[in-house]
Every structure is written in structure tokens, then in C-alpha cells.
């Protein structure tokens, strides 16, 4: 392991030096994982040592459950504290019921400042949900979210579904990252997710699935509707350019569709969508259909 780990080490500052990068911890650590993912070995190395912050989902679903059971209980409070309040207002003894008055307008208010406080966690709760299914290099989805959004659609895959699922695959990717390094690669993929973003239609769901790999959920569409997207977003990136100092760094597309059919799982129907991109990457520049 500690010879590929210096092999990597090598590689990275190689590719620093092509970028003209000096090799600061962000820059080095950045490239460093891209390297070891294509090693294979990064799922083996230390998150510590790697100054990687691990993201404990199990500890986000107990806070949630904490958060809402706190939120229960508050209101309950605040229920009870009022049904008090209406019984003690016909007595007589007025010393008794202004003190009761009093403690309780105290206890009704400070649940509204927890209730407030609670509001907060919540908000920062959802945040970080959120974090948890972007890409952090492309911000667009990431493959975690692409499933979980195909389950709630597809459910128990007895319904029939006007569902679409395009895999978009740079062809020379990985020719850019070997001429210009990987920083460079990881521009040309932010500006690949901007274009997605701005072709498809309010409600499409575009997903970092790998690499180089795109997926685009297109619920509630048309097979034409969806071809008539793709083929402007294959031609978009063919005429645009990627300028990088005095080069000019071309791209192309290649882009497998599928339709979800009855019965199609999850599994399935990204299996359909990746049969039509191999069938598409043998030409390049052009997509095909897997119904």
C-alpha cells in the first residue's frame, strides 16, 4: 500500500506542475483522491489520515428523530399549560392566580423560544441532508441521490411511469486529464454540469453518476421530449470550445437512453440506460435508445 501511496504522491505533484498549481494541502488532497479512486484504493485509506471528515447519516437520522420528539413534547407542554391556565381563571384567590399566571405566561414563553430554537435545527438538519446527496466538485446530485430519487419515483414498480433516464458520458475526458491534468478535468466537468443545467427543463434531475458520467432522471416526459434535449445538448458541447491558456480543448458526447418499463427496478433500468450508452460510445457524438 505505502509504495502506491508514494507512486500517487509522484503523480500529484506531476500534475500540480503541469497546472502551474503549487502544491498547497487543498490543491494536493483534491488531486491526491482523484488518483487513488482510480487506483482503487482510496475506500481503503484512512479518512483521518486523509483529513477527510467522515459524514455519520446514522447520527443525521437520530438527531432528526430527537429534533421532531423535543418538537412533540414542547407543544404538548404548551397544550397543557393552557387548558391549566383556563381552569384556575374562575377562582377567587387572586394572589394564587397571579402567581400561576405568571409562571405560566414564563413557561409559554420560554417552549416559544425552543419551538424557534428547534426551527433552527431543522433548518440546519435539511442543509445537511442536502450536503449529503450533492457533488462537491460539480454540485449537482451525486450517485447516493440519483438512487434515492429513482426509488420514490419507480416505488414498487407496479405503476405505469412516463420515466426517462439518460447516462451522458464526456467521450475524451480522460485524454484532457492526461495532456492537462486533473485540474483541468475537474473545470471542464463544472462547466459540463453548467450546460446540463441550463438545456434541461425545471424539474429534470441531473446526478453525478461516475467520473466522467452523467445521469439525467427526466420524470413525466416523452421519449421525443427527451431526444429532443439530448441531441441539443450533444450539439452544444460539440461546437463549444474549452479554452485552456492557448489551447483549445474540444468535447464530445455520447449518451445512452432508457425507459422505464413496468416492473423495472432501480438496478434495471440503470442497467438499460448504461446497454444504450455502450451501444452509443462505439460512434460517439450521438445517443442511443434501450426501451
Known amino acids: ?10 503523480k500529484v505533484l506531476e500534475e500540480l506542475k503541469k497546472t502551474h498549481k503549487a502544491p498547497y494541502p487543498l490543491y494536493y488532497k483534491n488531486v491526491f483522491v482523484e488518483l487513488a479512486k482510480e487506483e482503487g484504493i482510496f475506500d481503503e485509506l484512512n479518512p483521518k489520515l486523509m483529513c477527510i471528515d467522515e ?78 446527496l450533492i457533488d462537491p466538485l460539480t454540485r449537482v446530485y451525486n450517485s447516493k441521490a440519483l438512487r434515492k430519487f429513482l426509488a420514490e419515483i419507480i416505488g414498487d414498480s407496479s405503476k405505469d411511469l412516463d420515466l426517462v433516464l439518460a447516462v ?41 453518476y461516475g467520473g466522467d458520467e452523467f445521469v ?29 491558456k492557448d489551447d483549445s480543448i474540444k468535447l464530445t458526447l455520447s449518451c445512452g437512453i432508457a425507459t422505464y418499463e413496468k416492473g423495472d427496478s432501480v438496478d434495471t433500468l440503470l442497467q438499460k440506460a448504461d446497454e444504450a450508452l455502450r451501444e452509443a460510445k462505439k460512434t460517439t457524438n450521438t445517443f442511443s435508445i434501450k426501451e
Open 168 to 208: 451522458v458520458d464526456i467521450d475524451n475526458l480522460r485524454k484532457v486529464n492526461e495532456i492537462y491534468g486533473h485540474l483541468v478535468g475537474d473545470f471542464v466537468l463544472m462547466k459540463m454540469a453548467e450546460i446540463l443545467r441550463r438545456h434541461i427543463r425545471r424539474g429534470d434531475i441531473i446526478c453525478r
Open 55 to 132: 459524514f455519520d447519516e446514522e447520527f443525521l437520522n437520530k438527531t432528526a428523530l430527537n429534533i421532531k420528539e423535543i418538537s412533540t413534547v414542547s407543544k404538548e407542554i404548551k397544550e397543557h399549560s393552557k387548558e391549566f391556565v383556563e381552569k384556575i381563571e374562575p377562582l377567587e384567590i387572586e394572589e394564587i392566580k397571579t402567581l400561576i399566571l405568571k409562571f405560566s405566561g414564563s413557561l409559554i414563553d420560554k417552549i416559544n423560544r425552543l419551538e424557534h430554537t428547534i426551527c433552527e435545527l431543522e433548518k440546519e438538519l435539511n442543509k445537511a441532508y442536502k450536503e449529503l
Open 1 to 10: 500500500m505505502e509504495e502506491i501511496i508514494l507512486k500517487i504522491s509522484q
Open 216 to 244: 439525467i432522471i427526466f420524470n413525466r416526459s416523452t421519449m421525443s421530449q427527451v431526444e429532443g434535449i439530448i441531441k441539443r445538448i450533444i450539439d452544444k458541447i460539440y461546437k463549444t470550445s474549452f479554452k485552456y
